[in-house]
């Protein structure tokens, strides 16, 4: 069965600064990668997502994801961040054999302090 | 836009009671889902479901049931609620045909069980 790391829990940065979440996938075929956001009381909203062809995507509010795999990662970048990026990051991979089976397995989430 | 709206916001339910959390998608998708999120723990699936009357448990279907009566709606239901599903409940939707695993969320219920 596939799964997804988020091996940071928090994450803190300055207004400004670069930014990396990093995400670590198990999956055996290429996977479909995906990053959601999640601001505080609001449903996940789809940052960007990966599933054949360049292996940097871009998604939108100036995120992008390189899929690496040799390493099985899919960390996402912004080299700037804003305040109104505070908000928790979820990594998702899809995999399966279709039909039914579209279901996405979630990484535990990292949360994103932003300070001034 | 793809729309997944959820009844409540926010529910507060004694121990014991049936609870009834709705989930509306409005862009004919075939494949909706529930999940529960708590701190530290991520999304986790409880049920979904991929067609009308179809239902497969998720990772942690134990207290729940659902039902998918029409192709725009998926009920989860807590038939006896009890205060360690207090959580964040979230309704997500997709579409067979694009094949792309893709998720659209619903904003989310907190639900509150005392």
């Known amino acids: 069965a596939q799964s997804v790391t988020q091996p940071d829990i928090h994450i803190t940065v300055s207004e400004g600064a670069s930014l990396e979440l990093r995400c670590n996938y198990s999956y055996g075929a290429t996977p479909y990668l995906f990053w959601y956001v999640q601001s505080p009381g609001q449903g996940l909203q789809l940052l960007l997502k990966y599933f054949s062809g360049d292996t940097l995507v871009q998604g939108i509010k100036g995120f992008e994801a390189e899929f690496k795999r040799s390493q099985s990662s899919f960390n996402l970048r912004k080299p700037s961040v804003h305040w109104s990026d505070a908000a928790e990051y979820f990594c998702a991979v899809g995999a399966g054999s279709g039909g039914s089976n579209y279901k996405l397995t979630f990484g535990k989430g990292t949360l994103l302090t932003v300070n001034p | 836009d793809v729309k997944v709206t959820q009844s409540s916001r926010y529910l507060v339910k004694r121990t014991g009671e049936k609870v009834f959390l709705e989930c509306v998608q409005d862009?004919?998708?075939?494949?909706m889902f529930w999940y529960r999120q708590d701190p530290g723990l991520g999304l986790r699936l409880i049920y979904f479901?991929?067609?009308?009357?179809?239902?497969e448990k998720g990772d942690i279907p134990e207290g729940y049931s659902v039902s998918r009566e029409k192709k725009e709606r998926f009920s989860l239901i807590l038939e006896s609620a009890s205060t360690n599903q207090t959580s964040m409940y979230l309704c997500?939707?997709?579409?067979?045909?694009?094949?792309?695993?893709?998720?659209?969320f619903g904003p989310g219920t907190r639900l509150t069980v005392t």
């Open positions: 862009m004919d998708h075939e494949n």
């Open positions: 997500a939707s997709s579409s067979y045909w694009d094949r792309d695993y893709e998720q659209y």
């Open positions: 479901s991929y067609d009308v009357k179809m239902k």
